[in-house]
């Protein structure tokens, strides 16, 4: 067949079959509704929106959360770690471009990409009956929502794959094949989406609305975000913004509404950008009505997070409990994602109850430690303490049952008060971002600005709390820059260890290949000691993406 034909066949075929899913599974068929009817009330809005937060508690998401943030660093072992596997090629750094899970990891964030961008292409089609300042802040909340999910996901698409195609909001034939967009024009795209929601939003949500995100959310990960574009040891205006958002969110220094938007009247007046962003319309304001101009006061966040153990509820938790039933929502979460026991036996997303931990603690979990990383990691710390091996008891009495010479972190571990009644089932959520890692982007973005001192005293703020569990008094002394900054990497690895994320930490530092391919060389497998530096920090676009563009998006180098 010519194959200019084919593959013009191939891009018709695969438009037909990724439209067809994308309505037929994204979308809830409503007897008469239609795109045009379906958005113009704020509830069927608001069940749009639950869609988007719908991925986050789905299996594939979690899956490739762990698998590629922690399983192919330099913190556990894998039980499939064989080249034969597509898993195994993944964590070895010897996987081709069309490996299953690098598509599944691209995908399932652009599924939520697009569920996301219904909220936001049709809120404008929201019918408000009565123009309350109440009924414009509620369409507020969904939207700024649904821009901090939309940012979520395409944060975890740049770190992954580097650019990226930034989709339509209205996805059409016409729009279905564009390019890559470059990883600073996502970025910029993240940014835009972190700064809006940051305005648009409540500090955080408690009570019967807990486990929304709120601004507290959106600026720590706008935090992120700078970090993640910055390189150490070189001066940057992200490292200076990065430390200006610490003193808001931490010191409680001022911050306005165009101080986050970083608001230029040359490109958007600002009565348009309050429309635009559902803030109720000067012209419709009652003499009661507040009116957001762009000096307007941020919402503080001192006093919303804290590094004290403290439940939802203000009563005092254990540093482990943050991570069970008891502390979810507690004083130092800032992002999780929800999950509920079906109470029925049923399984995977119908149910939304999360597996995976009880995966890995088991008598075969998939990822685990061991006694030399252990040490490595921890030290003499006392979050030592919230490792367990096999044979040995749980806080609650029970005995784990790992594996001979393996560990588990009991960050993963459900006590038996918390377990589900079907297996399979667990209503264990997950952590994503604590007020821990806030204090210490803080702490980084200090000494990347040349205030060491103050920066020591961030440091130790979490130290202190961590020294706690045994009555420890270890601190960290100060010191020069690089004296510093290894002081607060290593305080990073050990508070968030086992949160997912240690391979895009090592990534962003620059230091990944050296790490990895070390930590190979101690491995029988030589696990990760084919990391290829300059190559590997990103994975490649899924082949199918390549293929079915005709060329149009492009493969990362060395692929």
Known sequence: MNKSLFNIILISCSLLVFSGCDNFLDKEILGNSTDKNYYDTKYKLQSALNAGYDILQSDLFNECEWRF??????????????????????????FNTSNSWIADRYYINYKGVRRVNQVIANVDKVQLSLPLYGEYRDVREILGQAKFLRAFYYFNLVKTYGGVPIRPEVETIDNFVIPRSTAAEVYAYIEKDLREAAIMLPARYTGVSAGKVGSGTAIAYLMKVLMYQATPGEPSSKWKEMKRLGEFFIDGV?????????????????????????????????????????????PALQNAYSLDFKDSYGMNITYLDQFTGAGEFCRGSVFEVVFKESADGSLGDTNEGSFLYDTFYSSSPQIWTTQTIIQDLFGTDPRRTYMIGHNSYAPDGTICVCGESRNVSLKWYTPIKERPQNGGDNSKNRRVMRYAEVILMYAEALNECGEGSRALIELNKTKSKANTITGATALYVGGGYGYMRDQIWKERRMELCYEWDRFFDLVRQKRAATVIKEYGFLRANKRGFYFREGINELFPIPQNEIDISNGVVEQNPGY
């Open 69 to 94: 943030g922690e399983a192919t660093a330099d913190d556990v072992w894998g039980g499939d770690e064989g080249l034969a596997s597509q898993m195994g090629q993944l964590v070895n750094f010897r």
């Open 254 to 298: 001022s911050m306005t509404y165009g101080d986050i938007l970083k608001y230029d009247e040359a490109q958007e007046d600002w009565e348009a950008l309050r429309k635009r962003l559902w803030f109720k319309p000067q012209e419709l304001n009652q003499p009661t009505d507040p009116y957001e101009t762009k000096n307007t006061q941020l």
